[in-house]
Nanobody, 114 residues
Framework: QVQLVESGGGLVQAGGSLRLSCAAS????????MEWYRQAPGKQRELVAR???????NYADSVKGRFTISRDNAKNTVYLQMNSLKPEDTAVYYC????????WGQGTQVTVSS
């Protein structure tokens, strides 16, 4: 059973920074394409960032230049560094792993105040 546990969310003022972490059970993260999604109230869940097993990254246009996804395979952890946060970044952020199946974390709340 693969488990993903997110942490690092919280309340921050606009312009501030947060770093989210997603700890994966076992060594799944080294073999998985890892993604961060977010879901704001009343909106659909959307892809924020993706990193492949080879380290190739992709970002939603709304976060390009502000967010950075990275992975530490030795720690089985994926990170999302979020800088220059805006109120519209407020959402629950979810970690998603794709490897021999699809796995989701429980989510972590990020709230950006104006």
């Amino acid at each position: 059973q693969v488990q993903l546990v997110e942490s690092g969310g919280g309340l921050v003022q606009a312009g501030g920074s947060l770093r989210l972490s997603c700890a994966a059970s076992g060594s799944i993260s080294s073999r998985a394409k890892m993604e961060w999604y977010r879901q704001a109230p009343g909106k659909q869940r959307e892809l924020v960032a993706r990193i492949t097993t080879g380290g190739i990254t992709n970002y939603a246009d709304s976060v390009k230049g502000r967010f950075t996804i990275s992975r530490d395979n030795a720690k089985n952890t994926v990170y999302l560094q979020m800088n220059s946060l805006k109120p519209e970044d407020t959402a629950v952020y979810y970690c998603h792993a794709i490897a021999f199946g699809s796995y989701w974390g429980q989510g972590t709340q990020v709230t950006v105040s104006s």
